[in-house]
């Protein structure tokens, strides 16, 4: 029996990019506020989830056509060679530097290369997330 | 500050991240993960080198000194255990190419070997007793993978028991960790002893290093290995010889490692207490040995013998027995892994792991009965493999710290170990050919074709190894040097 739920679909199409842009905030906070990649994943992800819940798989999968694993790879090669950097510049595994940057529309601001690695644990956290989600959900044949 | 240290585990994580992109190139995947491992095996020898000529070398991740930084730490201990740790890798690897499959080749074998690999180097060269623990993590979670692997029905069984009772250590690692940090307010192995040594190490902090004690001594598989004939029969054989062969020798090394630098002020307490578990170990990992006429059981209780014997090197805490434990290790990581390989190879062409079901394998199958027979000799520690000397050297710490009852045991152990061995030997290759189910004609020799080249290198390298102690004693003497004296390795980690 399909019951109709345009409220809830209505209503997750509003609620999905508060989350969205909610979890890109605790993100690119973390460095001075609480937030960070794993709190940004795991709000990324319970968007993601609520788009799952509201649709079906079908229509979600064709929204988001990303292979949820290989973002797990992703932000795992990603956070890994942020510490390669380290190499070419001689200076310790993992050695993080930060400067400030005059850029357009944002002024003076700290870019620092801590992100990068954060960027890999965000990709980790939505992809390891997800893949378990989809997996339990596909299981039912 | 030396950012080669580094590269062990940072090797294998990468190579493990960058085959998921190649899930179905099962060929791009056998290829890069056996490049990996050949690159680790270089660059481990280089280091070695290294520590050989220069000292301990170290790395403080980040650039933080320490206490307040992860320090990486690749003394002469940790680098021996490092290049057997590669070396037993490639050649579990190659025999998983032509073993494993194809379904489970599929499904990120490849990847989570290498993970595998991360959390073993790791777990070695970490000076950071947190770190420790993220490292044991990542090992344990993925051979949670690789031993659920497949999905057969016993798997999953002892996978949950496995499982289970990991959670369980794990926990208890955290409290440890916890009460540790709440007494001395670090987490820094180097700075940790020296902090124990202040305080004197008697009431809380003993409590505490027998917490320690008991945590690893679950991982180890030392007395409290309950859970391991399951758990080390249940997967296919490439990956039950990658965990017979790496994962319980982390435990010893972790149980050497804190019982060396951090809690050696009470010996009289731990290490009379640990001396008892090795004992025991032994006695029960022999009784299970000669008990069971199963070809995967036997093996899986030599394992838990080792266990006991090597340990019983860190009880005695001489000179000689240390240098013993760690020669009998790094012989135990190459021979076990043999043995397990050459058993399965033995289960696959009988179609049984029932030793009285078996018989005659030596007419069709003469390399592999004799690889075999040189295989359980060495383990056995017959003189001119790699076996003997580090049992010797075992024997003589054991008569100079006076543990005669424990001498004994372990040499009695010794010999059921050879019986248990050889009973797998004589019922299977010699006899009348046995009438399994599968047996011998159908199979042929195809079902071995390219399985008994990894298990040759591995005994090549015991026998190179009992025959070159001249060549393996600097670096062994280098490890128990450091082993018996902890400020070697503080002043190389809190150095300026």
Not at chain 2, 143 to 163: D, F, P
Not at chain 2, 273 to 287: E, K, N, R, V, Y
Not at chain 2, 290 to 302: E, G, H, M, P, S
Request: net charge neutral; aromatic share 12%; hydrophobic share 55%.
């Amino acid at each position: 029996m399909k019951v109709n739920d345009v409220i809830l679909q209505t209503y997750t199409k509003a609620v999905a990019f508060i989350i969205l842009i909610f979890s890109l905030y605790l993100f690119l906070a973390g460095h001075n506020q609480p937030g960070g990649g794993f709190i940004g994943g795991l709000m990324t992800s319970a968007a993601l989830v609520l788009l799952y819940i509201a649709f079906d798989m079908k229509t979600v999968d064709n929204m988001i056509p990303i292979d949820f694993r290989k973002m797990v790879a992703l932000g795992l090669t990603i956070a890994v060679f942020t510490g390669f950097g380290s190499f070419i510049f001689q200076v310790p595994f993992l050695t993080h530097s930060f400067g400030y940057f005059r850029l357009p529309l944002l002024g003076e601001t700290e870019l620092a290369t801590a992100v990068m690695f954060d960027l890999g644990v965000y990709l980790t956290v939505v992809g390891g997330t997800m893949t378990i989600m989809l997996a339990i959900a596909e299981d039912d044949d | 500050m030396n950012n080669l240290v580094v590269m062990p585990i940072v090797l294998p994580l990468l190579t493990g991240a960058v085959l998921i992109f190649f899930r179905e190139q099962i060929i791009v995947q056998r290829f890069l993960s056996l490049v990996s491992v050949v690159v680790l095996i270089v660059i481990s020898f280089l280091l070695m080198q290294q520590v050989k000529q220069e000292g301990i070398q170290t790395l403080y991740a980040g650039g933080w000194l320490p206490p307040f930084g992860i320090a990486l730490v690749a003394d002469m201990f940790a680098m021996l255990l490092v290049l057997t740790t590669a070396i037993v890798a490639l050649c579990c690897l190659w025999f998983s190419f032509r073993s494993i499959g194809n379904p489970r080749e599929r499904y990120y074998f490849y990847p989570l070997f290498q993970f595998l690999l991360t959390g073993v180097c790791g777990s070695f060269l970490t000076g950071d007793i947190f770190n420790l623990f993220v490292f044991f993590e990542v090992m344990l979670m993925a051979s949670y993978v690789l031993i659920a692997h497949g999905g057969t029905n016993i798997q999953l069984r002892e996978t949950m028991k496995y499982i289970l009772i990991n959670s369980v250590s794990s926990t208890l690692f955290v409290c440890a960790l916890a009460y540790l940090y709440s007494v001395l307010g670090t987490l820094n192995m180097a700075d940790l002893s020296l902090r124990v040594a202040e305080a004197g190490q008697q009431g809380i902090l003993n409590v505490i290093a027998v917490l320690f004690l008991i945590v690893f001594s679950l991982k180890a598989g030392l007395f409290l290995y309950f859970w391991l004939p399951g758990s080390y029969s249940a997967p296919p054989t490439a990956i039950a010889a990658v965990f017979a062969a790496l994962l319980t020798k982390v435990g010893i090394y972790a149980l050497f490692r804190t019982f060396t630098l951090i809690f050696y002020h009470d010996p009289g307490f731990t290490h009379q207490l640990i001396a008892w578990m090795a004992a025991l170990t032994m006695i029960a990992g022999a009784i299970g040995a000669i008990a069971y006429q199963d070809v995967k059981q036997i093996l899986v209780y030599n394992v838990v013998i080792a266990v006991g014997f090597i340990v019983f090197g860190l009880a005695a805490m001489t000179s000689a027995s240390l240098q013993g434990a760690i020669f009998y290790l790094l012989h135990d990581m190459i021979i076990k892994a043999a043995l397990f390989l050459l058993g399965g190879a033995v289960i696959g062409i009988a179609g049984t792991s029932q030793l009285k079901r078996m018989g005659g394998l030596i007419r069709r199958h003469p390399l592999l009965g004799w690889l075999f027979f040189l295989a359980a000799i060495a383990l056995a520690g017959v003189p001119p493999l790699s076996g003997f000397i580090g049992k010797l050297q075992l024997v003589q710490g054991g008569i100079q710290a006076q543990m005669y009852g424990i001498v004994g045991i372990s040499l009695v152990s010794s010999l059921f170990v050879l019986y248990s061995v050889m009973k797998i030997f004589m019922n299977s290759f010699w006899g009348e050919t046995g009438e399994s189910p599968i047996g011998g004609e159908s199979q042929g020799g195809g079902a071995l074709k390219g399985l008994l080249a990894p298990c040759a290198v591995l005994i090549g390298l015991s026998v190179v190894m009992g025959l070159g102690v001249e060549w393996m004693i600097p670096y062994i003497e280098a490890a128990a040097g450091t082993l018996l004296d902890p400020y070697i390795y503080i002043d190389a980690v809190l150095k300026e």
